[in-house]
């Protein structure tokens, strides 16, 4: 899953240590569902992640 996502050009490990946790599960599946918006993707994160929402945005951003 990871190696897709950095196929995507999408760097969300170096945000969120854990892909597969809450966070990163949520923001993969609103992903898959057609969701493409990265501000409305990290406005999904749990508030327990350290990283911030604008962190998150650019990680997120992708070609």
């Known amino acids: 899953m990871q190696k897709a996502l950095i196929q995507m050009n999408l760097h969300l490990h170096k945000v969120i240590s854990d892909i597969t946790g809450l966070t990163g599960m949520t923001i993969i599946k609103a992903i898959a569902a057609g969701q ?16 911030t929402t604008t962190e998150i945005v650019k990680a997120l951003t992708g070609d």
């Open 36 to 51: 493409t918006d990265p501000q409305v993707l990290a406005a999904l994160k749990d508030p327990r992640i350290k990283s």
